[in-house]
Nanobody, 122 residues
Framework: QVQLVESGGGLVQAGGSLRLSCAASGRSFSRYAMAWFRQAPGKEREFVSAIKWSGGNTYYTDSVKGRFTISSDNAKNTVYLQMNSLKPEDTAVYYC???????????????WGQGTQVTVSS
Protein backbone atom coordinates (compact mmCIF):
# COMPACT_ATOMS: atom_id res chain seq x y z
CA GLN A 1 0.00 0.00 0.00
CA VAL A 2 1.32 3.41 -0.96
CA GLN A 3 1.88 5.91 1.81
CA LEU A 4 2.69 9.57 1.31
CA VAL A 5 3.67 11.71 4.27
CA GLU A 6 4.07 15.47 3.87
CA SER A 7 6.06 17.72 6.17
CA GLY A 8 7.59 21.17 6.21
CA GLY A 9 4.54 23.36 6.39
CA GLY A 10 4.25 26.25 8.79
CA LEU A 11 3.74 29.97 9.24
CA VAL A 12 5.93 32.36 7.27
CA GLN A 13 5.84 36.04 6.42
CA ALA A 14 5.20 37.23 2.89
CA GLY A 15 8.41 37.07 0.88
CA GLY A 16 9.71 34.16 2.91
CA SER A 17 10.47 30.57 1.95
CA LEU A 18 9.46 27.07 2.95
CA ARG A 19 10.44 23.63 1.71
CA LEU A 20 7.83 20.91 1.74
CA SER A 21 8.80 17.25 1.74
CA CYS A 22 6.80 14.20 0.69
CA ALA A 23 8.17 10.85 1.83
CA ALA A 24 6.80 7.95 -0.21
CA SER A 25 6.74 4.30 0.78
CA GLY A 26 4.98 1.08 -0.06
CA ARG A 27 6.17 0.32 -3.57
CA SER A 28 8.73 1.14 -6.20
CA PHE A 29 8.28 4.68 -7.46
CA SER A 30 10.82 4.63 -10.24
CA ARG A 31 8.12 4.92 -12.92
CA TYR A 32 5.70 7.11 -11.00
CA ALA A 33 4.82 10.74 -11.35
CA MET A 34 4.51 12.91 -8.27
CA ALA A 35 2.61 16.12 -7.78
CA TRP A 36 1.72 18.82 -5.30
CA PHE A 37 -1.76 20.22 -4.97
CA ARG A 38 -3.16 22.81 -2.60
CA GLN A 39 -6.54 23.74 -1.20
CA ALA A 40 -7.29 27.12 0.28
CA PRO A 41 -10.26 27.68 2.61
CA GLY A 42 -13.49 27.78 0.65
CA LYS A 43 -11.79 26.87 -2.61
CA GLU A 44 -11.36 23.74 -4.67
CA ARG A 45 -8.16 21.76 -4.62
CA GLU A 46 -5.80 22.97 -7.35
CA PHE A 47 -2.74 21.57 -9.08
CA VAL A 48 0.56 23.23 -8.16
CA SER A 49 3.43 21.23 -9.63
CA ALA A 50 4.42 17.78 -10.90
CA ILE A 51 7.52 15.76 -11.76
CA LYS A 52 8.27 12.31 -13.11
CA TRP A 53 10.10 10.29 -10.47
CA SER A 54 12.68 9.20 -13.02
CA GLY A 55 13.55 12.85 -13.62
CA GLY A 56 13.06 15.04 -16.64
CA ASN A 57 10.14 17.38 -17.16
CA THR A 58 8.59 19.43 -14.44
CA TYR A 59 5.24 21.16 -14.52
CA TYR A 60 3.91 24.20 -12.70
CA THR A 61 0.72 26.16 -12.51
CA ASP A 62 1.20 29.70 -13.80
CA SER A 63 0.79 31.37 -10.41
CA VAL A 64 3.87 29.65 -8.95
CA LYS A 65 6.22 29.64 -11.95
CA GLY A 66 9.54 31.25 -11.07
CA ARG A 67 8.85 30.98 -7.33
CA PHE A 68 8.36 27.25 -6.64
CA THR A 69 10.67 24.40 -7.59
CA ILE A 70 9.79 20.70 -7.49
CA SER A 71 12.53 18.09 -7.17
CA SER A 72 13.00 14.47 -6.19
CA ASP A 73 15.56 12.43 -4.31
CA ASN A 74 15.29 8.89 -5.56
CA ALA A 75 17.56 7.47 -2.88
CA LYS A 76 15.29 8.87 -0.16
CA ASN A 77 12.01 8.27 -2.00
CA THR A 78 11.21 11.89 -1.26
CA VAL A 79 9.81 14.71 -3.36
CA TYR A 80 10.33 18.34 -2.41
CA LEU A 81 8.60 21.60 -3.15
CA GLN A 82 10.83 24.61 -2.56
CA MET A 83 8.62 27.66 -2.21
CA ASN A 84 10.22 31.10 -2.41
CA SER A 85 8.79 34.62 -2.47
CA LEU A 86 5.67 33.36 -0.75
CA LYS A 87 2.51 35.42 -0.93
CA PRO A 88 -0.58 35.45 1.32
CA GLU A 89 -2.54 33.86 -1.55
CA ASP A 90 -0.26 30.80 -1.29
CA THR A 91 -1.91 30.02 2.05
CA ALA A 92 -3.46 26.56 1.79
CA VAL A 93 -3.18 22.95 2.80
CA TYR A 94 -0.62 21.39 0.49
CA TYR A 95 -1.06 17.78 -0.57
CA CYS A 96 1.35 15.34 -2.13
CA UNK A 97 0.03 12.94 -4.77
CA UNK A 98 1.41 9.96 -6.68
CA UNK A 99 0.25 8.32 -9.88
CA UNK A 100 1.54 6.03 -12.56
CA UNK A 101 1.65 8.80 -15.15
CA UNK A 102 1.76 12.60 -15.26
CA UNK A 103 -1.77 12.61 -16.68
CA UNK A 104 -3.04 10.39 -13.86
CA UNK A 105 -1.54 12.40 -11.05
CA UNK A 106 -2.31 15.86 -12.43
CA UNK A 107 -5.94 14.91 -12.97
CA UNK A 108 -6.26 14.16 -9.28
CA UNK A 109 -6.33 10.38 -9.48
CA UNK A 110 -3.92 8.09 -7.63
CA UNK A 111 -2.63 8.25 -4.09
CA TRP A 112 -2.79 11.16 -1.65
CA GLY A 113 -1.02 12.30 1.48
CA GLN A 114 -2.75 13.84 4.48
CA GLY A 115 -1.63 17.40 3.74
CA THR A 116 0.45 20.03 5.46
CA GLN A 117 -0.68 23.57 6.29
CA VAL A 118 1.15 26.54 4.82
CA THR A 119 0.18 29.96 6.13
CA VAL A 120 1.69 33.14 4.70
CA SER A 121 1.10 36.30 6.68
CA SER A 122 1.07 39.75 5.10
Amino acid sequence: QVQLVESGGGLVQAGGSLRLSCAASGRSFSRYAMAWFRQAPGKEREFVSAIKWSGGNTYYTDSVKGRFTISSDNAKNTVYLQMNSLKPEDTAVYYCAAGDTIVTVTSGRGYWGQGTQVTVSS
